[in-house]
């Protein structure tokens, strides 16, 4: 390991350490715009010039492997002329427009020019200005401030894989573009407005509507898929503004899916701000005592056996604990968090988990998608396997959709024969992932949810134990969810009970009028017309298809507005935070459970919320735990003969896949650009 | 110069090689070993650009789609090289080098020659398309500046008078002979040779 001195202090780093790398080690700030810890290494900047001994100029230390000996200077008044000279450079083109720039605040080339640009400029020549050009409905372009720093164009090749940005021309009249007038079509893009280190790419929907300094900043958890990537949401009054990632290297890395991102002006539309009650076929606004007086009535005077509680994509583990200890209480074990219908959730945790970890991905060997495509469900997650991909020796299958997944797989087919095939060792692929160290398979919701799922995780059971994937110390069976409460509701046990009624037992009840009352918490993916004369009542944020249906809709708070916890595909643990207040009279959800209950006459035994926590714990501890936990192995799935449907993804338009992304205009205009217009609004029923 | 993509009136609907030249770029393709394809890109567009006088957008996407790239690497190479034309130009691409040494031998009067004979200015194509007048940076000939490119050959040191000759031979569809147009042989001095003139008879 080689041993250098920067600025006289001594450090041991490994060999192919950066100078930069090294410097960033012992705390010592060097300037950079081109370098990112997770992109390739450009060094095309030269920002981050420093003074070596024995080099006749000066080096940038992003690009520099560290050498044994090496004597490093970064505060010497060469290095300052040196980045001074390099700043003039970079100013020479950049428009002074900061005032109305939307990066102003949060502009690295601002920040560092405060440290290194001169007092006045010398250039008295014409600055060049770039044609305005168009990325699509989401980042927004305005490109003579670029200082080619090629950061984004290397995240959309390398990270994203969709390789649509380039450097075209050369010299002065270098752009960076996409050359042919195009919206980037992944969906990572909104990433590159982070990673953009001036206001050349910006967030479009977010333009000119606030500054960074007025923002308040709240740490929280994305609930858009099941990854659970980590946010920061940024507020001003009480509106959220933005949604930006935070670091979390187990989960997200860095970047956000698009959806996660953009889809937040769908929480200022489509609001229920206040109860309601169906009086003669109208919805008629009423008071919380008043709606939840009809609902406590019509809940004591059915049998227990004749009310159902579904919970919906994005219910959160608190609200699920609620509803489920009331509908218990009130003698009913018809609850259902699988609006899919997914046949999940009946085995040991590891069969509904994924159990490989996201960040185990780059461990593993050899991988099998069955009906899944990862980079519409989870695009984050999707990056992780490609970025696995880049470094080689990975072979990738997938049974089920023929898509562009970023990166080159074999397709074996889309038909369960050919996992039938694999698991019984004849088709070559079973070969691969036993000659495989690592081996993983990631099973979809497409596969799941279908009537024959649970012969189908059954398969997928086999092919993981006669396949090797699961050893000591690796798991390689992985559920790719698609909805952030899935792993919490089945952790909790919100599924039939004994005797109980599952989603699609609970529609057809409804249909013939053996139900009497449908509680929706946040459903709004199951086909509303099977609902029959069931009394209906519908609580969550956004007047979707559960609330047209309802009978009462009790106003609920979205994932900004409430200190809630959910739990990603891995059995991450995580909590959302209160960064706004619900609109209105909503409220937040397990407190609306927890009222009515009190109405109903039942006692849940909880007031606040670590009292609810506390229960949460009770029912499952994993709830106490930090971090994903091993999950014991154990028999789960079916046998039987799988139908010869082709597998699909239960996800064709990625960007409304739920009551707010339906609510948003940005994801619309998405849905308009890269989907088409005449298609079909369909969440995970489709 | 800016990206093509406010006007692409002029770009065609598609761009196929000729028999001929799909063998050609089999071949040239196959001179690189498996999986290094994309080193092809430039003799590849050179080989459009011999067939078609410039490189269009579809040609640059077929390029790409032999190659296995992304598009936008191609397109990326195509505007780097300012030698392939993005636009049509005419039968003759007349490149008048405009540098230092062309500059101090007078290429200013050789581009307003040009101008003159050709009723265009830098950058235009003739009416009839068939004359393309650019202005082009040093063409590694100053030792005969100044220096004209056209097609594969150079017409060197010119003065007005060739200049507007060597166009008139061009619209009479001539081919004039490449090289110096003041008669001397390569890059030799132009008054005669300097040194070994005791063997000047050739029979060393």
Sequence with gaps: MPKLTIDGREIEVEAGTTIMQAADQLG???????????????????????????????????????????????????VLKARKGVMEFLLINHPLDCPICDQGGECDLQDEAMAYGGDRGRYKEEKRAVKEKSY?????????????????????????????????????????????????SSELSGNIIDLCPVGALT???????????????TESVDVFDAVGANIRVDTRGNQVMRVIPRVNDEVNEEWLGDKSRFAVDGLLRQRLDRPYVRKDGKLVAASWGEALAVVADKLKSLDGGKIAALAGDMADAEAMVAAKDLFTKLGSANLDCRQDGARIGTGPRASYLFNTGIAGIEEADALLLIGTNPRKEAPVLNARIRKRYTKGKFPIASVGPRTNLTYKYEHLGAEAAVLTAIADGSHPFAATLKAAQKPMLVIGQGALSRLDGDILLGLARKIAETCGLVKDGWNGFNVLHTAAARVGGLDLGFLPGSGGRDVEAILSGAEKGEIGLVYLLGADEIDTKRLGQAFVVYQGSHGD????????????????????????????VQHTRLAVFPPGEAKEDWKILRALAEQAGVALGYDDLAGVRARLVEVNPVFAAEGPAVAAWGAFGAEGQPSSDPLESPIDNYYMTDPISRASQTMAECTATFVGCAHKRTGTNG | MSSTTTDDSFQPASFAFSAENLDKAQATIAKYPAGRQRSAVMPLLDLVQRQEGWVSLAAMNLVAEMLDLAPIRVYEVATFYTMFNLKPVGKYHLQVCTNLPCMLRGSQEIVEACQ???????????????????????????????????????????????????????????????GSQSGRQFSAPASGPTTLTTLAGGDA
Excluded: Q
């Excluded at chain 1, 390739?40 to 024995?54: H, P, Q, S, T």
């Excluded at chain 1, 967030?203 to 900043?217: C, D, G, H, I, V």
């Excluded at chain 2, 100053?142 to 507007?164: F, Q, R």
């Design chain 1, 545 to 572: 298809a559960g609330a047209h249906r309802a009978d009462v809709i009790l106003p609920g708070a979205a994932y900004t507005e409430k200190d809630a916890t959910f739990v990603n595909t891995e059995g991450r």
């Design chain 1, 203 to 217: 967030n479009k929907p977010y333009a000119f509507t606030a500054r960074s300094w007025e923002l308040k900043k």
């Design chain 1, 136 to 184: 699509g409905p989401l980042v927004k372009p305005i490109m003579t401030r670029c200082i080619h720093c090629t950061r984004c164009v290397r995240f959309i090749t390398d990270v994203a894989g969709v390789p649509e940005l380039g450097g075209t021309f050369r010299g002065e009249h270098l752009e960076i573009g996409t050359y042919v007038e195009k919206a980037l």
């Design chain 1, 28 to 78: 010592i700030e060097i300037p950079r715009f081109c370098y990112h810890e997770r992109l390739a290494i450009a060094g095309n900047c030269r920002m981050c010039l420093v003074e070596v001994e024995k080099s006749p100029k000066p080096v940038a230390s992003c690009a520099m492997p560290v050498g044994e000996g090496m004597v490093v200077k970064t505060d010497t008044p060469t």
């Design chain 2, 116 to 178: 003159a004979e050709l009723g265009v200015g830098l950058g235009e194509t003739t009416a009839d398309g068939t004359f393309t007048l650019s202005e082009v940076e040093c063409l590694g000939a100053c030792v005969n500046a100044p220096v004209i490119w056209i097609g594969d050959d150079y017409y060197e040191d010119l003065s007005v008078e060739s200049t507007k000759a060597l166009i008139a031979a061009l619209k009479r569809g001539e081919e004039p002979k490449p």
